[in-house]
């Protein structure tokens, strides 16, 4: 089955203790991006990727940090998190980038006291 | 730089009203495409449509259909009797073509901020 998965799906964390959220795609997609979603400011990008080693900020990558290490797999660091880092996050993967459908994972939960 | 707005923040209607889901865009892009996106109370994203700037044709799938007008910036969203299904966030997306007005931004995605459809019985 085509996907993006995410995990985990909730995370509750202290201030400061660096996290990595895991994205996974296994639709040979070129482009992957991430997504914070917080109530009523929508979805805001952080980060995207066009390709292997290929990254590049969105509008909100303060705090965060990425990788494109392989082609399927994008992962999301927060090396000191914050409170205001609390949000629901996206992974989202496409087959070419700006025109081309994003596939979403479920989501994580995270929590940073 | 890219903006879409989604005036409607909430909206509610009883099952069977027609509603409509507005979306204005702005772009200095000549090549752009606009989304819709549906997030269910499960909290899934799901796509629904895509439109590129050159096809204004307006699209019907179903209850759903589309109407993309370039004049107005406008790329609005109607639901013909409405069901409680239906009851979700709808969040409209602008990407530009990566062209020189973008900045040569090709990859970037701006959603709007959504708009909560209850459908009630």
């Known amino acids: 089955e085509a996907q993006v998965t995410q995990n985990p799906r909730y995370l509750i964390t202290v201030t400061g203790k660096k996290l990595t959220v895991t994205c996974s795609q296994n639709?040979?997609?070129?482009?992957m991006s991430w997504y914070r979603q917080d109530p009523g400011l929508g979805l805001r990008q952080i980060y995207y990727?066009?390709?292997?080693?290929?990254?590049d900020k969105g509008d909100v990558p303060e705090g965060y940090k990425v990788s494109r290490k392989e082609k399927r797999n994008f992962p999301l660091i927060l090396e000191s998190p914050s409170p205001n880092q609390t949000s629901l996050y996206f992974c989202?993967?496409?087959?070419?980038?700006?025109?081309?459908?994003?596939?979403f994972g479920n989501g994580t939960r995270l929590t940073v006291t | 730089a890219q903006k879409v707005t989604q005036a409607q923040t909430e909206i509610s209607v009883v099952e069977k009203e027609d509603v409509t889901l507005d979306c204005v865009y702005e772009?200095?892009?000549?090549?752009?495409?606009l989304f819709w996106y549906k997030q269910p109370p499960s909290g899934e994203l799901v796509f629904l449509i895509r439109?590129?700037?050159?096809?204004?044709q307006n699209e019907i799938s179903g209850r759903y259909s589309w109407n993309f007008q370039k004049s107005t910036s406008s790329f609005n969203f109607t639901i013909t009797a409405s069901q409680v299904v239906d009851s979700a966030v709808y969040f409209c997306?602008?990407?530009?073509?990566?062209?020189?007005?973008?900045?040569?931004?090709?990859?970037?995605?701006?959603f709007g901020k959504g708009t909560l459809l209850t459908v009630n019985p």
């Open positions: 439109r590129n700037s050159f096809d204004e």
């Open positions: 772009t200095r892009d000549t090549t752009y495409y």
């Open positions: 990727s066009m390709n292997v080693e290929v990254t």
């Open positions: 997306a602008l990407s530009e073509g990566g062209g020189v007005a973008s900045g040569g931004s090709n990859y970037k995605l701006t």
């Open positions: 989202a993967s496409s087959l070419a980038g700006y025109n081309s459908p994003l596939h």
């Open positions: 639709m040979n997609h070129e482009y």
